[in-house]
């Protein structure tokens, strides 16, 4: 059994925990919309501090948008691919977790046009699914 998730950063647009015994970071886009491009950076950057706080190395990332608000402006989809090109490197691999069938083939959309150098990864709406691919990425655990 594992530790219950930490709560290593907690706003209104994302949450941030680790999980399965520090082995997964979790990343959830809550239902609230970003008021505009500065505010998503801000938090984007406050993201990549908290990963780069605890590390990557040895962890998975779990991108979990089921509860985000669709969104596809181009300089929104500009930003969130270079945020990602940020936040994804450096994780053994990850997993994108969607709600809706729109979302999924929105998410496997934007996960092709990431740099070629990204984990091993899935897109799926099934969290035990997602959790059971990210923890195969790891060795076992001693």
Not at 45 to 64: C, E, F, K, P
């Amino acid at each position: 059994m594992s530790a219950a998730p930490a709560v290593l950063l907690d706003t209104e647009y994302i949450v941030v925990t680790l999980e399965h015994d520090g082995r997964i970071v979790r990343y959830r886009r809550t239902p609230v919309r970003f008021p505009d491009l500065a505010t998503a950076q801000r938090i984007y950057s406050r993201v990549l501090t908290t990963y780069g706080q605890i590390g990557r190395a040895g962890r998975t990332l779990l991108i979990d948008s089921r509860d985000a608000v669709g969104r596809n402006d181009p300089e929104f989809e500009a930003l969130l691919t270079q945020f990602r090109n940020q936040a994804i490197p450096g994780f053994v691999g990850h997993a994108v977790l969607m709600r809706t069938a729109v979302g999924l083939l929105q998410a496997q959309r934007i996960d092709r046009t990431l740099r070629s150098d990204r984990p091993a990864h899935l897109v799926t709406d099934n969290e035990e699914e997602a959790t059971r691919f990210l923890l195969s990425q790891l060795p076992a655990a001693p």
